[in-house]
């Protein structure tokens, strides 16, 4: 065979065998990439490893096969983001006040639309999610969390919004607890009965609860701490109480509370010709207790009451028309009382008219009180109205005590209004026409000057009645009066003997020391105004934590408060403004307990100063 010819075909079989490799090269890359997923579904899985592979479904249902991630604590997502039908949540954080057992068990109770609709515990770093139900989707787009909790209360509640960036911060308020075993003899439906009530100085945390059976012990978690509390059981059909119960922040008290049974009273209620009186109110009051029991009567004017034992009076009566009164005296556990009969007669009236010095009748305001009720009270007794123009008045519907009867006016003559006054003490009903005759009230002169001593041109002067016993009460109204003398010098009416407080000011930027003066007094008073001073800082508690809820009050060298700042917020700052410059003391008070100070400091006039920090307990540190 020629050479030439043996290449020729040694070339066309090359060329065979490349043909073939490259048609078997390209329908396997064909098949590879056939069987390959698409470029946008590996992209979705890289960007989400730790999902789990979702079973194949049909390719119209693939929207509701779609899985989404629940986002981990600290990760939000806007309510735009994801599909429509998204999982909506509320995140947030207790913060725990400094000073909260470590055994505390705290619940967040979400409500929206009128109604609970979710709850879910805190956990010990302070963080919770609720997931808002599908059924309350659709109902409220704004709602309201609240704590359940042993020691932690909030004020009110915190309004929370769905699928927020922000988690909400609850910022609670370290109380204590109480917890009690009530002994008794009584047993079974007699003592599931019976309630026990809650009863401290914040009537709006005033609460009630019955004891379980049959260990008999009861409890009230998160009440207001540094306050004394009162446990009673006065609805029936046990009654006792507990008094001085005092609450500490963080701490559980113990009580004891003894129930026992009640008095039974039973009888009639009927008018003077014997006829019985139905649907009228009876009550009956326990001495020390303050709250009456009452009930209505039936038709024929019979009642049957259970009442707690002690100092009982019965009483019956309508306004105006009617009264009885019964003193029952002392009756002990489980006694009964039966066939009481109250009789309603003509209710009292005390009648009679006001006159001027001269004889001529007065348009004056006559005030009638119970006579165990201060006489500067005026407007703030059992019954107050004004004369006619004959100076009579007629007051009804009194019951059997005796009264303080007070009339008050003013007359205005040559440009000057003075004030008169009369009273007349243990006035007794139906006992005949009173005749009031005014006179002229006591009145207190003095002078204002500033600080150099000179007279001031232009000046309002107050004056309050203090209580005898504690000078922190005040009794009655503020007499208030604005002057522009020459020569400083002023004169205000209107007082009642007794101890009163007198200050000045001018502008609101210069006040007086306040001076205590005993009314009737023929001396003159001298106020000196000076330029006033401002108070800020902290109240801190022992550990250092800021003192939520409490009020700085600041007395004068005479020991006389000036002014009372605002309580406290969650930062413990406080502020006081319009300080009498001088020698003053600062004291921490929450109610009427004083849990920090006295401190004392020395102000110079327009001294402005924020810097002092006041600890419970202690004193300052600046």
């Known amino acids: 065979m020629p050479r030439s010819l043996a290449l020729g075909l040694v070339a066309l079989g090359a060329l065979a065998l490349g043909a073939w490799l490259w048609s078997t090269g390209s329908s396997r890359r064909v098949a590879a990439e056939a069987a390959q997923p698409s470029a946008p579904v590996a992209e979705f899985a890289s960007d989400a490893p730790d999902l789990e592979a979702a079973p194949s479904v049909p390719a119209?249902?693939?929207?509701?096969?779609?899985?989404?991630?629940?986002?981990?604590?600290?990760?939000?997502?806007?309510?735009?983001?994801?599909?429509?039908?998204?999982?909506?949540?509320?995140?947030?954080?207790?913060?725990?006040?400094?000073?909260?057992?470590?055994?505390?068990?705290?619940?967040?109770?979400?409500s929206g639309g009128g109604s609970d609709w979710g709850r879910t515990p805190v956990g010990r770093d302070g963080h919770f999610r609720l997931t808002v139900p599908e059924w309350m989707r659709y109902k409220a787009t704004r709602h309201s969390l609240e704590l359940e909790a042993r020691y932690l209360w909030l004020r009110v509640g915190v309004p929370a919004t769905p699928n927020s960036r922000n988690p909400v911060k609850l910022m609670p308020i370290l109380g204590g607890r109480i917890e009690g075993r009530v002994r008794t003899a009584a047993v079974g439906e007699v003592f599931r009965q019976a309630s026990i009530e809650l009863r401290g100085e914040d009537s709006l945390r005033t609460r009630r609860t019955r004891p379980s059976w049959p260990d008999l012990t009861f409890a009230f978690d998160a009440v207001l701490a540094y306050r004394t509390y009162t446990l009673v059981s006065d609805e029936g059909p046990l009654f006792g109480s507990a008094a001085g119960v005092r609450v500490e922040p963080g701490r559980t008290s113990v009580v004891e509370l003894e129930l026992a049974s009640g008095v039974e009273l039973a009888g009639h209620v009927r008018d003077e010709g014997g006829q019985p009186l139905a649907g009228l109110e009876v009550s009956a009051t326990v001495e020390g207790l303050g709250r009456p029991e009452t009930?209505?009567?039936?038709?024929?004017?019979?009642?049957?009451?259970?009442?707690?034992?002690?100092?009982?009076?019965?009483?019956?009566?309508?306004?105006?028309?009617?009264?009885?009164?019964?003193?029952?005296?002392?009756?002990?556990?489980?006694?009964?009382?039966?066939?009481?009969?109250?009789?309603?007669?003509?209710?009292?009236?005390?009648?009679?008219?006001?006159?001027?010095?001269?004889?001529?009748?007065?348009?004056?305001?006559?005030?009638?009180?119970?006579?165990?009720?201060?006489?500067?009270?005026?407007?703030?007794?059992?019954?107050?109205?004004?004369?006619?123009?004959?100076?009579?008045?007629?007051?009804?519907?009194?019951?059997?005590?005796?009264?303080?009867?007070?009339?008050?006016?003013?007359?205005?003559?040559?440009?000057?209004?003075?004030?008169?006054?009369?009273?007349?003490?243990?006035?007794?009903?139906?006992?005949?026409?009173?005749?009031?005759?005014?006179?002229?009230?006591?009145?207190?002169?003095?002078?204002?000057?500033?600080?150099?001593?000179?007279?001031?041109?232009?000046?309002?002067?107050?004056?309050?009645?203090?209580?005898?016993?504690?000078?922190?009460?005040?009794?009655?109204?503020?007499?208030?009066?604005?002057?522009?003398?020459?020569?400083?010098?002023?004169?205000?009416?209107?007082?009642?003997?007794?101890?009163?407080?007198?200050?000045?000011?001018?502008?609101?930027?210069?006040?007086?020391?306040?001076?205590?003066?005993?009314?009737?007094?023929s001396e003159s008073v001298v106020l000196r105004v000076l330029r006033t001073a401002s108070l800020g800082g902290l109240v801190l508690d022992a550990s250092g934590a800021p003192a939520v809820g409490v009020s700085v009050i600041c007395e004068g060298a005479n020991g006389l408060e000036i002014c009372e700042s605002p309580d406290t917020g969650a930062d413990g700052a406080f502020v006081l403004s319009s300080?009498?410059?001088?020698?003053?003391?600062?004291?921490?008070?929450?109610?009427?307990?004083?849990?920090?100070?006295?401190?004392?400091?020395?102000?110079?006039?327009?001294?402005?100063?924020?810097?002092?920090?006041?600890?419970?307990?202690?004193?300052?540190?600046?």
């Open 579 to 622: 300080v009498p410059s001088g020698r003053v003391t600062l004291t921490v008070f929450r109610q009427d307990q004083a849990l920090g100070g006295p401190v004392e400091l020395e102000l110079a006039p327009g001294e402005e100063r924020a810097d002092v920090v006041l600890y419970l307990g202690g004193g300052p540190r600046r």
């Open 60 to 110: 119209e249902s693939s929207r509701a096969a779609v899985a989404v991630p629940t986002p981990r604590r600290g990760r939000t997502l806007a309510p735009d983001h994801g599909p429509a039908d998204a999982e909506l949540w509320i995140d947030g954080i207790v913060v725990f006040p400094p000073g909260t057992p470590a055994d505390e068990e705290v619940s967040v109770v979400a």
């Open 295 to 521: 009930m209505q009567t039936g038709p024929d004017g019979a009642f049957r009451m259970g009442v707690a034992p002690g100092v009982i009076r019965l009483e019956a009566g309508k306004s105006g028309r009617s009264y009885a009164c019964l003193e029952l005296g002392r009756l002990g556990a489980g006694e009964r009382r039966e066939g009481i009969e109250l009789v309603l007669r003509s209710a009292g009236v005390i009648a009679g008219r006001v006159l001027w010095p001269d004889g001529a009748p007065a348009q004056a305001w006559v005030t009638v009180d119970r006579d165990d009720v201060d006489p500067a009270t005026v407007g703030g007794g059992h019954e107050s109205l004004q004369t006619d123009a004959r100076g009579r008045f007629r007051i009804s519907g009194l019951g059997a005590d005796s009264f303080l009867v007070t009339a008050a006016a003013t007359r205005t003559a040559g440009g000057r209004t003075t004030r008169w006054r009369a009273e007349e003490q243990r006035v007794a009903p139906n006992g005949g026409e009173l005749t009031l005759v005014l006179a002229d009230c006591p009145s207190v002169r003095g002078q204002v000057v500033d600080e150099r001593g000179q007279p001031m041109a232009r000046f309002e002067v107050s004056a309050r009645r203090l209580d005898p016993v504690d000078h922190r009460r005040s009794l009655g109204k503020t007499l208030r009066g604005t002057f522009q003398p020459r020569d400083g010098s002023f004169q205000l009416t209107g007082f009642v003997p007794g101890e009163w407080e007198l200050q000045a000011s001018e502008t609101g930027q210069f006040v007086s020391e306040r001076v205590l003066v005993r009314v009737p007094t």
